[in-house]
């Protein structure tokens, strides 16, 4: 009884989740040492040494006996074609569990409750895991602008048309764009919400909820019926932050969730990305001021850019922009002496380009038919003029 895995060790993890908020570093530990089961039973029998968890579970268990909500928590998620995911599954993300070294500076409980999530509440096809192990989260502005939307959308697509899961928080803005460029491409998008995946936060992206739910996943760590407490917000980040192979952060005001949700990144040493905005943007501020604090931090403004960063050394290195090579950024030394001598207007003897050029006649010559050849200069009667333009 009370086997990893087994229903005992499913509800224990769920009533959990619901008597303390998920990231709770006492729970957490208890689980680790002795198992949901007899962590749960103890919790209920109110031997918690942690004052302020023995105070939230006696308020949380005066409202309802935590193993029946957890009991109906299965049964509603069942109805709604959910599932409870937990860390025997072979569909558990390995990579959350690298919270449990997450050590944040900044005081509060939700820099302190950082600890990897009990389980995952699941709905959609896909198995978690596999989902988010070639995933790149988009975080940023719930106010973005279209700058923003539009370079998210670029970034989502091109990620999602190359095999990757985009993963975002489905709010409105940043978020939204970076679910909805992934749709386009037909591929993956898995959100993570702040409630429960029956009822999806904010209702207006009801229709992008529903299409991320046929083609990707909406995960929560709280049950069915849970609402969306701006707390909570910042709880789910770490989750973002640690089950991603990088993160990239679209337009964030100062002290934003996208800026405390990189904070976790850069804590967990993954890829930090960043696209850069208009420095007379508000929406630029969260974003510049990560890249000038953080010199691991990386400035990315491609699909390519960010590929490099979370993908195996060298599977996606591409060349460094350039311009459009023209034909006389394939001259030789000589030959483009020669053509840099030619007049604007007008034209000039192969004697006088030789005396410009500071060169003998039989080397003009030779290099005024390779010039004539790659059409950059005519000669006529009269003598040698540069080509029209497009000619």
């Known amino acids: ?119 995952f509440w699941v709905r959609g096809e896909l198995p978690l895991g596999s989902a988010l192990d070639r995933s790149v989260a988009i975080v940023g502005a719930r106010a973005s602008t279209g700058y923003g939307d539009h370079v998210t959308r670029e970034l989502a697509y091109g990620l999602a048309e190359r095999g990757w899961t985009v993963t975002s928080g489905g709010a409105f803005g940043i978020d939204a764009a970076a679910h909805q460029g992934a749709l386009a491409a037909g591929g993956r998008t898995v959100s993570v919400l702040a409630c429960g995946v029956d009822r999806p936060y904010p209702a207006g992206n009801s229709t992008m909820f529903a299409g991320i739910a046929e083609r990707g996943l909406l ?24 089950a991603t192979a990088g993160t990239v952060m679209v337009e964030a005001a100062a002290r934003s969730g996208a800026t405390q949700t990189m904070s976790r990144v850069l804590a967990l040493g993954r890829p930090a990305m960043v696209v850069p ?22 400035l990315v403004t491609s699909v390519a850019d960010v590929l490099e960063e979370v993908g195996r050394i060298g599977e996606y290195l591409e060349p460094a922009p350039r311009g459009a090579e023209r034909a006389h950024d394939r001259l030789d030394e000589e030959s483009a002496l020669v053509l840099e001598v030619v007049p604007g207007r007008g034209v000039a003897t192969p004697e ?40």
Do not use: Y
């Open 352 to 391: 006088e380009l030789a005396a410009r050029a500071r060169l003998d006649l039989r080397t003009v010559l030779r290099r005024l038919s390779l010039l004539e050849a790659a059409g950059l200069v005519v000669r006529t009667e009269a003598g040698v003029a540069l080509a029209p333009r497009g000619g």
């Open 1 to 119: 009884m009370g086997e990893p895995g087994s229903h005992a060790d499913r509800i224990a993890r769920a009533a959990l989740t619901w008597l303390a908020e998920p990231g709770n570093r006492a729970v957490w530990t208890l689980v680790q040492r002795a198992g949901a089961p007899a962590t749960l039973h103890r919790l209920l029998a109110g031997d918690i040494p942690d004052r302020f968890l023995r105070s939230t579970v006696a308020a949380r268990s005066a409202a309802g006996d935590a193993r029946q909500v957890a009991e109906t928590a299965l049964r509603e998620a069942g109805r709604i074609g959910a599932r409870l995911v937990v860390p025997a599954d072979d569909e558990w993300p390995a990579r959350v569990d690298a919270l449990a070294q997450l050590e944040i500076d900044s005081g509060g409980r939700v820099n302190r409750d950082t600890r990897p999530p009990l389980c």
């Open 219 to 242: 995960i929560s760590e709280w049950p069915p019926g849970s609402e969306p407490f701006k707390h909570r917000f910042l709880i789910r980040n770490r989750v973002i932050a640690a």
């Open 277 to 298: 905005g208009p420095v007379t943007s508000a929406m630029s501020v969260g974003c510049h001021e990560v890249l000038r604090a953080h010199p691991q931090a990386r």
